[in-house]
C-alpha cells in the first residue's frame, strides 16, 4: 500500500470550482460543453504516459533483479567450492602436521639407534678382541702341551678333557662372531637408510619429539639441499599455505593474517562488466594460491558477490517504490477513466 501520497478530509465548498465549471448548458449547435472533462481527458493522458513510463520502469527493474541474482548465485556456487577446497586443504594440512611430527620421532629414534648400534658394534667388536685373546692363549697352550711328552697328560683324559671342552665352546663363540657382527652392520645399515628416507639432515641435539610445542616444520636455513619424506611433506606443506591464516584469524586483530592486495574488485557501477586500466574486470582466470581464503581470486569473487548482494538490495528498494508509483498511478488513472465516463458529453447532453 503507497504512503508516498497523505490524503486529507475535503474542505466545505470544495466542488464549488467544479459546479463553476461544470454546466449543462446546450450550446449554439445543440451540443454539450464541460471544461471538467476536457481537463480530465489531458490529465488522464499524462497519466496514462507515466504510468507507461513507471510500467516500463519496473519491467527494468524486475529484468535486473533476475540477472543480478542469477549471477550472485553463481558466485556464490563458486565461493562454496572455494571455501570447500580450502577446508579440504586445511584438513590435508592437519594430516601433514601429523605425519610430519611422527616423521621426526622415527627420524630422530632411528638416530639414536643407529648411535646405539654403532656403540654395540664397539662393544661386540672389543668382546671378540678378547675372545681372539682367549684364543690365542688356548691354542699357545695346546701347542705346549704337544711339546710336553708327560705320560701323566693322557688326551682326552683328566685336565686334557676339561680343556678340549673349553676350546669346544670357545670355537662355538668365536663362529658366532661373523653372522652378530653382519647383523650389527645390517643394522647400522637399516638405520641409517631410515634416516636418510626421512631426512637427511643430521640429528641434533636440542631436538625435543615429546615437546607439546613442537613445531615439525620449524627448520634452520643453512643454505644446505636435505631430501627424504620430511622433504616432500614440507614441501607440500608450503605449497599449500598450511602456515598461513585466513584474513581477520585469531583474537588479537595485530597477529591475525591479512589478505592481499586484491588484483581485481570488480565493476565499480552497476554495469555488468567494467574495465580497469584496459583490463575487462568480467574476466576471471581462476589460478589459485593457498591458502585459498587470503587468495587475490577468491577475494574477487568475493568481492563480485559482495557487489551484487548490495545491488540487489538497492534495486530492490528501487523497484519497490516503483511499484508504489505505479499503483498510485493505476488508481488515478482508473478513477479518472470512471470521472470521464460519467461526465462525457455524449451521455449526459444527448
Known amino acids: 500500500m503507497s504512503t508516498t501520497y497523505n490524503y486529507d478530509a475535503l474542505a466545505a465548498g470544495w466542488d464549488a470550482k467544479i459546479a463553476d465549471c461544470c454546466n449543462t448548458n446546450t450550446s449554439s449547435d445543440g451540443g454539450c460543453t464541460d471544461c471538467c472533462y476536457d481537463t480530465w481527458q489531458d490529465q488522464l493522458k499524462d497519466v496514462t504516459q507515466r504510468s507507461a513510463s513507471v510500467t516500463e520502469k519496473t519491467t527494468q527493474l524486475q529484468n535486473k533483479i533476475a540477472f543480478i541474482s542469477d549471477r550472485r548465485s553463481r558466485y556464490k556456487g563458486w565461493l562454496d567450492e572455494l571455501d570447500k577446497a580450502e577446508n579440504l586443504a586445511r584438513n590435508i594440512c592437519h594430516q601433514l602436521e601429523i605425519i610430519a611430527t611422527q616423521a621426526d620421532k622415527i627420524w630422530y629414534n632411528a638416530s639414536k639407534a643407529c648411535k646405539a648400534i654403532e656403540t654395540l658394534f664397539c662393544m661386540i667388536r672389543d668382546f671378540y678382541g678378547q ?17 710336553n711328552d708327560d705320560p701323566a697328560l693322557e688326551k682326552g683324559k683328566g685336565i686334557l678333557k676339561a680343556l678340549d671342552d673349553y676350546g669346544t665352546k ?18 647400522v645399515k637399516l638405520a641409517n637408510l631410515i634416516i636418510d628416507a626421512i631426512t637427511s639432515k643430521d640429528c641434533t641435539c636440542d631436538f625435543k619429539p615429546c615437546d607439546g610445542n613442537y613445531q615439525p616444520f620449524k627448520t634452520q636455513h643453512d643454505g644446505k639441499n636435505y631430501y627424504g619424506l620430511k622433504t616432500v611433506i614440507t614441501t607440500w606443506y608450503s605449497v599449500l599455505g598450511c602456515a598461513s591464516g585466513c584474513p581477520g584469524e585469531g583474537t588479537n586483530p595485530a597477529a591475525a593474517t591479512t589478505a592481499p592486495v586484491k588484483k581485481n574488485t570488480g565493476p565499480s557501477s552497476d554495469d555488468d562488466c567494467g574495465t580497469d586500466n584496459g583490463n575487462d574486470t568480467c574476466e576471471l582466470t581462476p589460478i589459485l594460491s593457498f591458502p585459498i581464503c587470503a587468495d587475490s581470486y577468491r577475494t574477487t569473487v568475493k568481492a563480485l558477490f559482495d557487489k551484487d548482494d548490495q545491488s540487489l538490495l538497492t534495486l530492490s528498494k528501487k523497484l519497490k517504490e516503483a511499484n508504489k508509483d505505479k499503483e498510485a498511478l493505476d488508481a488515478c488513472k482508473s478513477s479518472l477513466t470512471n470521472a470521464i465516463a460519467v461526465v462525457d458529453p455524449k451521455s449526459r447532453c444527448n
Open 170 to 187: 670357545l670355537n662355538a663363540i668365536i663362529a658366532t662372531r661373523d653372522a652378530l657382527i653382519a647383523q650389527a652392520i645390517e643394522a
Open 131 to 147: 675372545v681372539d685373546y682367549v684364543k690365542k692363549r688356548y691354542d699357545d697352550l695346546q701347542i705346549c702341551i704337544q711339546k
